[in-house]
C-alpha cells in the first residue's frame, strides 16, 4: 500500500522564529535572540506565511499587530515547541524505561474482575496511562486508528497482521435462569415459550455472538427486553423476569452469582467466547507480555478458582493461556 506523505507546511525552526518575533514584539529582538540576521528572520516569516497560505503578521503597523489566524498559530507553535523540548530532554537523559502514555481499552466484565491489578501493573511501566470501557465494538476501530494502545476484546482483529496478540481467556457460554425455575432445560424452544429472553444490545460483541448462534440453531426469541450491560441482563433473571445466555466471567463481574440465579448447560451443545489482548507491534515493548501475564494470573487465582468450587462442569471447558505472535 502506498504510503501517503503530508507537507506540514512549516519544521520546529519556523515555529521557533515565528514564536520570537511575536514575543519580542519586532524583527530585530527575534534576530538578535536566535543568533540570525533579520533578513532571515524576515525569510522565514514570509516562507511560512506562504506555505500555509495566511498572514500570521500585520507589517503594516509598529509594533507588529498578530492577526487571528496568527494568534491561533502562535498557541499551537508554543505547545509543539513545549512538547519538542521536553522530548529533547528526555532523550538526552536516556529516560527509555518509562513509556509516556498508555491508553487501554478493554471489556466491561474484565475491568470489574481485574481493574485494580490491571491498573497497578500499567503505572509501573507508564508515566500516564488511561482505561476506558464500553462500546466494545468500537474498540477494534480505536486501535487501528491509534486513538488506543491496548485493546482486551472479543474480537482478535485477525486480518490485520501489523497487530501482537496475546489469548487471555476461552470460556464457554452458559444458559443462565431464575433460581426459582425448576426442572432440565432439553430444547432452547420450549424455553422461550415459558420464558423471556434477556438480550445484550445488538451493537455489543457478546450480544452480536449470542444472536449469531440462536440464528444458527433457527431460534428467533422476542425482543422485549434488551439491557446495556452483564450487571442489568443478570439483574432481570435474578428477578425472575426472564432467562439469558452469558459467560462465567460476565456473571461473576455483575457481583450476581450463584445464589440469586441457576447456571446450566446450552442444549445442543456449547460455544465459547475468546478475549484477547491486541496492540500494534514493536511499540509498547515489553508491555503487553506483562500485562497479559497479570490478567491471567488474576483471573486463575480469582475467577477460575470461584468457578471451579461452584460450577465444576464449567470450569473444565474454561482455558486461560496462551496465544500471542
Sequence with gaps: ???????????????????????????????????????????????????????????????????????????????????????SQAMQKGRFDKLRHVRIALVDSLATAVGKPLADAVKRHTEQWSMTTGLSHMHGESLLSRSVDIIISDDALMDYPELSRFRILREPFMLVLPKTFTGEVKQLESLIKRLDFVRYPAHSLIGQRIERNLRYRRLEPPHRLVMDNSYAVSSMVAAGLGWTITTPLCLFQSGIWLSQVRCLPIPGGSFYRNLTLLTRKHELHELPQVIADDIRNILTSEYLSEVTRHLPWVSEMIEIGELSH
Excluded at 507546511?9 to 536566535?34: C, H, K, P, Y
Excluded at 507588529?64 to 509543539?80: K, S
Design 1 to 87: 500500500m502506498k504510503t501517503m506523505h503530508h507537507s506540514f507546511g512549516f519544521d520546529l525552526r519556523a515555529l521557533e522564529v515565528f514564536v520570537q518575533i511575536v514575543d519580542s514584539g519586532n524583527m530585530t529582538a527575534a534576530a538578535e535572540n536566535l543568533g540570525m540576521t533579520q533578513s532571515s528572520i524576515s525569510q522565514n516569516l514570509s516562507n511560512l506565511e506562504k506555505s500555509l497560505n495566511t498572514q500570521l503578521l500585520d507589517r503594516s503597523v509598529r509594533p507588529i499587530a498578530i492577526t487571528r489566524a496568527g494568534r491561533f498559530f502562535y498557541d499551537r507553535a508554543c505547545q509543539l515547541l513545549k512538547e519538542a523540548r521536553m522530548t
